[in-house]
DNA sequence: CGTATTTGACCGGCGC
DNA sequence: GCGCCGGTCAAATACG
């Protein structure tokens, strides 16, 4: 993408132009839409993001109502992973679990997202271990018999220099393994709240270094911790914050502030509050790059230490 | 000393 | 059946 590219907005599907990419995330490859902010805001603020998602991942026509755009105006990159598992053939047996996760840009990045049962439905293919908990070496047995439950994913690209961004969420890194093709690793965090079984995945584009990719999977079943510096918890529409009615994932915290305008949303409906967490480069970025009017503001609701220009 | 991270081992699914 | 691989566990270690 060109200059402009960080404002670009990628929606369903995985953004990631390359095979590395695809591959390592998981081989899934949706669409990708690309519309200009402009052009996504007012029909994207009058739904919720879960509305968004589910909508969006389930077909063109869904899409262009939540995004106000049409597929004529938008680049395919690929094809919707329901109606054509070839892609993942084609890419690999690598995946997401399975599962695609919706992806969505951001201000400065292009996100990209695949979910495939962002539904909650079933997952058809493989199911995973995992289970949640109860996922001892020893008695990973548990559900024999059952299918495990894949969760909802959550999928998007970040330009960042930071690996693990602050989504206003405690987590903790339980693991880390070398990505295929990859000079980076990929990390696994799992949210510290008790019977929270919310994880998520982070790795660095191969093909982009300075792109983040984080997949969140499962719904957060607790508010954001209060005890967070920064705290965005109750600053969010509890939409947000929260799994979503329809059963798909939650929204990171993250993904608002930087989406395109988002500030123009808190500013609306929720209050303006400090809906920031710690390290939001992404958001500084995109405040410094586009100029934020309300960085004043900013400097009240974050701590300074935030907004500070960075490494 | 309590909590978080690191890291090698292990598990289970899948392709061949 | 075997090997590969993604994901997870958990002991060791680091950190406050």
Partial sequence: MSDHGFRDFYYHGSAFNNDQDQQSFGGETDSIYRVSPSSVDPPYMNMSFSDCLHTTSMDYGSLEKAFGLSPSSSEVFSSLEGGNRTTRQQVGKEDLGGNTADVIGTPNSSISSSSSEAGCEEDSDKSKKDGG????????????????????????????????????YRWRKYGQKAVKNSPYPRSYYRCTTQKCTVKKRVERSFQDPSTVITTYEGQHNHPLPTTLRGSAAGLFPPSMLTQ???????????????????????????????????????FQQYVHQHHVPDYGLLQDMVPSRFLKHEP
Avoid: C, W
Avoid at 136 to 161: I, L, V
Avoid at 250 to 260: D, G, I, N, V
């Fill in 133 to 168: 908990e109860s996922s001892k070496k020893g008695n990973k047995a548990k559900t024999k018999g059952e299918k495990k439950q894949r969760e909802p994913r959550f999928a998007f690209m970040t330009k960042s220099e930071v690996d693990h961004l602050e989504d206003g």
């Fill in 244 to 282: 979503s009615p329809l059963g798909g994932p939650s929204f990171p915290p993250e993904l608002f502030m930087q989406m395109p305008n988002y500030h123009h949303q808190m500013h609306t409906q929720a209050t303006a509050g400090s809906i920031f967490a710690q390290n939001v480069s992404p």
